[in-house]
Each structure stands twice: as C-alpha cells, then as structure tokens.
C-alpha cells in the first residue's frame, strides 16, 4: 500500500483541531499506520525542512514548527501522496479550494495546518526521519 507523512502542525494543535483532523484523513480512506505527538526541537524542524534551508523563509518556519507539540502520522491508501495533498489543498490556505483543510484551518502560507508528503520518494524519506527504529 502507498504511504505518505502527514504532521498537524502547531498552529492546529494550539487550535484544538487534532481530532477534526483525524476525522477527515479516516473519512478519506486512510489507515493510520503509525502516530506520535511530538514537541520538535528547532534541530529537527531543520532537519526535516533541510530541502528549504536556501528559502527566506527556512527560520521562520522551523521556529513555527518547534514552537509548540505536533501530530506525526504514517497514512497508508492508494495513492496516499496524491490523495493527502488534495485533501489538504494549496500550500497558501488564501488559495485552498473550498472544503480542503488548509482552507477551512490554515491561517498563513506558513502556519497552514498540515504538511504532506509531494512524491513516493519524499514520502520514504520522511517516515524514516521520524519513524526509523
Ligand atoms: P508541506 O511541505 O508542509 O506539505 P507544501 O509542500 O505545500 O507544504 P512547501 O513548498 O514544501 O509546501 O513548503 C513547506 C512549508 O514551508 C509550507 O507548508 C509552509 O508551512 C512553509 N512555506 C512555504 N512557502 C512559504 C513562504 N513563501 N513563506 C513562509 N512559509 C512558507
Ligand atoms: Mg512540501
């Protein structure tokens, strides 16, 4: 079966949406294989964003992501990347789609509820950043 990561980002957490969000990712079909609520500390948020490390944004948002406990999840379905990300909509919650998450919850293009996954190979790099024994 095809896997993504899926992290409920600060912002949500401090929001109370864990379980709102939970709901939708099983109401999409997903089997959660794997979940842990975490507090990041800023050297993991670096991390797991290293890809951005060039972007003006990389402190900014790896500040935002060790700022408070997040959800880390292993989703499993067919076509898990694909599907996750358009459940949760554009990178920009301004630009979401009516009735993806990031339209409904995010608040910025920074603090926007959810992160996903964007390929197979991304997807395996990611569970084994967070899940590897
Ligand atoms: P994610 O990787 O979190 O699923 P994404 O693939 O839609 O989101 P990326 O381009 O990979 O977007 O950016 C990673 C994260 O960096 C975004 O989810 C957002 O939190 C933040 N981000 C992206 N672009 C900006 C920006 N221009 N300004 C501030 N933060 C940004
Ligand atoms: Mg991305």
Known sequence: MDKTLAII????TKKRIIGK????IEAEGFTIARMKLVHLTKDEAKGFYIVHKE??????LTEFMS????????????NAVRLWRDAMGATDPALAKPGTI???????IERN????SDARETA???IDYFFKK
Not at 9 to 12: G, Q, V, Y
């Open 124 to 126: 395996e790099w990611e």
């Open 67 to 78: 700022s408070g406990p997040v959800v880390i999840m292993v989703l499993e379905a067919e």
């Open 21 to 24: 969000i939970i709901e939708r």
């Open 9 to 12: 980002k600060p912002d949500a």
């Open 102 to 108: 990031r339209h409904a919850h995010g608040f910025s």
């Open 113 to 116: 509820a959810t992160h996903g």
């Open 55 to 60: 972007k003006g944004f990389y402190d900014s």
